[in-house]
């Protein structure tokens, strides 16, 4: 069981940044793949970014790629979203989770609550 506290989240300017943190309890953390999505009002949950067990790989949404980099502390148990050049359109809660290096919702098992990050123009 794993069990997923996201963090950082709130109000900033466009242009500005944010970096989210995720916490992570349970044994598996340092071997399972971690991703990032986030939903919108109105809209489905979407991919934003995944990175491997060891961070030697990384996966981005063409939106987010170029500004938005994806971390992990496996010490810490923690994985990172750091969000620069944010977008009105970023504006979503964003949830992390456990699973795989992929764009899908369904290699994921494991969420956490999410946070919310509000982007004003």
């Known amino acids: 069981q794993v069990q997923l506290v996201e963090s950082g989240g709130g109000l900033v300017q466009a242009g500005g940044s944010l970096r989210l943190s995720c916490a992570a309890s349970?044994?598996?953390?340092?071997?399972?793949?971690m991703g990032w999505f986030r939903q919108a009002p109105g809209k489905e949950r979407e991919f934003v970014a995944a990175?491997?067990?060891?961070?030697?790989?990384?996966k981005y949404a063409d939106s987010v790629k170029g500004r938005f980099a994806i971390s992990r502390d496996n010490a810490e148990k923690t994985v990172y979203l750091q969000m620069n050049s944010l977008k009105p359109e970023d504006t979503a809660v964003y949830y992390c989770?456990?699973?795989?290096?992929?764009?899908?919702?369904?290699?994921?098992?494991?969420w956490g609550q999410g946070t919310q990050v509000t982007v004003s123009s």
């Open positions: 989770a456990s699973g795989s290096v992929s764009g899908v919702l369904r290699d994921y098992d494991y």
């Open positions: 349970g044994r598996t953390f340092s071997s399972s793949a």
């Open positions: 990175i491997s067990w060891n961070g030697g790989l990384t």
